[in-house]
Every structure is written in C-alpha cells, then in structure tokens.
C-alpha cells in the first residue's frame, strides 16, 4: 500500500513540476511579466526546500524526485518576478 501512495504522491508531483511550473514560466517569459504575488512564488519555493530536506533525511525518493525539479522551477518564477518587477 505505501508503495501505491509513493507511486501516485510521485506521478502527481512530477506532473505539476513537468507541466504547471514550466508553462507558468513560458507565460511569464512571453508576458514579460510575472502575474505571481510574492507570497505565490516565496511560498512554494519554501515548500519545495524544506520538503526536499524532510525527504533526503528520511530517504523518501519517492519525494525527493519531483521536489528537486519544484525549487528549480521555483527558483526559475522567483528570479522571473524579480527581473520583472523591476522592469515595471
């Protein structure tokens, strides 16, 4: 059974970091702008993080895989609302 919940919590992670994270980023890039509050990049970002952490220390790989793609990603939306805001 943890193996099924591992399984899915990872299929499902991996499609929000392959699919939702990237497009949020190639429509930022065509908008030139980043729709985003800072709170809506920061906090993600954060979870990301500290749930790559949690998961690296208790060894969940099935946690670790999507999570590393999530702060890359999410590092890509806080420099874009960055590099953006001060374009404004």
């Known amino acids: 059974m943890e193996s099924i919940?591992?399984?899915?919590t990872m299929v499902l992670a991996i499609i929000m970091?392959?699919?939702?994270l990237p497009s949020q980023i190639r429509k930022?890039?065509?908008?030139?702008r980043c729709g985003l509050s800072f709170l809506?990049?920061?906090l993600p970002l954060s979870v990301y993080v500290s749930r790559?952490?949690?998961?690296v220390l208790i060894?969940?790989?099935?946690?670790?895989?999507p999570d590393v793609l999530g702060v890359i990603f999410s590092a890509v939306l806080l420099a874009q609302?960055?590099?953006?805001?001060?374009?404004?």
């Open 28 to 32: 930022n890039h065509k908008e030139q």
């Open 17 to 20: 970091v392959v699919i939702a």
């Open 40 to 42: 809506m990049v920061l």
């Open 81 to 88: 609302f960055l590099m953006y805001r001060k374009k404004s």
């Open 52 to 55: 790559t952490c949690y998961a």
């Open 5 to 8: 919940f591992g399984t899915a």
């Open 59 to 65: 060894k969940s790989w099935y946690i670790v895989v």
